[in-house]
T-cell receptor, first 113, second 112 residues
Framework: DQQVKQNSPSLSVQEGRISILNCDYT??????FLWYKKYPAEGPTFLISISSIKDKNEDGRFTVFLNKSAKHLSLHIVPSQPGDSAVYFC????????????FGQGTRLTINP | DVKVTQSSRYLVKRTGEKVFLECVQD?????MFWYRQDPGLGLRLIYF???????EKGDIPEGYSVSREKKERFSLILESASTNQTSMYLC???????????FGSGTRLTVV
C-alpha cells in the first residue's frame, strides 16, 4: 500500500524552463511534507518542506505547493538548471515524535541544455 | 554541517553471512533511521530509533535487526543475508521535524 505516490518515474525539461514534479498521498493524517534530491552514489539531501497549515512555501528557485483537498503536492523549479538533474523524492509524515517519513518512489529529472 | 557517516560505501557478502552496517552521526540527534532504496520502490523504512536502546519496526523489518547502544551510533544487522537483501541502504538522523532528515552517503550491499 503506497501512501505516497510519484506517478512519473522520469521527467525531461529544457534548461531555463520550469520543472514541475508531482506527488499524491492517501493518508489524511499526514501533516508535514518534504522534498529530497538525490544524486547517484550519494544520500538524499533535504530540499524544501511545507506544513499542512500552509499551501505554499518558497525558497529561491524552489516552490512547493500543497493542495490538501486533493491530497496533492508539487515542486516547481524555475528556472531549471543542469545541476538540478537528479532523482527527487517526495516524503510525508504524520507523527511529531519520531518524525517517521514515508517516501514516494522518486522521479528522475533530466535538464537538457 | 551535520554529518551522518556510513562505514562502507560498497559491500559484497555471501548468502547466509551475518552482516553489520554501521552508521554514526555527530550532531546529537535523537532520532535515527535505516532505509533501503530499490528502483521503482523508493525509500522504505526498515527500523528507526528515537532514543538510546529504543527501536521501532518500520515497514519492512523482516530479516533485519538493529542496535543503538550509544546516541550517535545506529547499527543495522542482517542476521542471515539473502540475495533479496541486495540493495542501497541509507541511514538518516533528525533532530526536529522542521529540519528534516540528514542522510548518509549510503551503502551498496550485494549479496551473492
Amino acid at each position: 500500500d503506497q501512501q505516497v505516490k510519484q506517478n512519473s518515474p522520469s521527467l525531461s525539461v529544457q534548461e531555463g524552463r520550469i520543472s514541475i514534479l508531482n506527488c499524491d498521498y492517501t493518508n489524511s493524517m499526514f501533516d508535514y511534507f518534504l522534498w529530497y534530491k538525490k544524486y547517484p552514489a550519494e544520500g538524499p539531501t533535504f530540499l524544501i518542506s511545507i506544513s499542512s497549515i500552509k499551501d505554499k512555501n518558497e525558497d529561491g528557485r524552489f516552490t512547493v505547493f500543497l493542495n490538501k483537498s486533493a491530497k496533492h503536492l508539487s515542486l516547481h523549479i524555475v528556472p531549471s538548471q543542469p545541476g538540478d538533474s537528479a532523482v527527487y523524492f517526495c516524503a510525508a509524515s504524520a507523527h511529531q515524535g519520531a518524525q517517521k517519513l514515508v517516501f514516494g518512489q522518486g522521479t528522475r529529472l533530466t535538464i537538457n541544455p | 554541517d551535520v554529518k551522518v557517516t556510513q562505514s562502507s560505501r560498497y559491500l559484497v557478502k555471501r548468502t547466509g553471512e551475518k552482516v553489520f552496517l554501521e552508521c554514526v552521526q555527530d550532531m546529537d540527534h535523537e532520532n535515527m533511521f535505516w532505509y533501503r532504496q530499490d528502483p521503482g520502490l523508493g525509500l522504505r523504512l526498515i527500523y528507526f530509533s528515537y532514543d538510546v536502546k529504543m527501536k521501532e519496526k518500520g515497514d519492512i523489518p523482516e530479516g533485519y535487526s538493529v542496535s543503538r547502544e550509544k546516541k550517535e551510533r545506529f547499527s543495522l544487522i542482517l542476521e542471515s543475508a539473502s540475495t533479496n537483501q541486495t540493495s542501497m541502504y541509507l541511514c538518516a538522523s533528525s533532530l526536529t521535524q522542521g529540519s528534516g532528515y540528514t542522510f548518509g552517503s549510503g551503502t551498496r550491499l550485494t549479496v551473492v
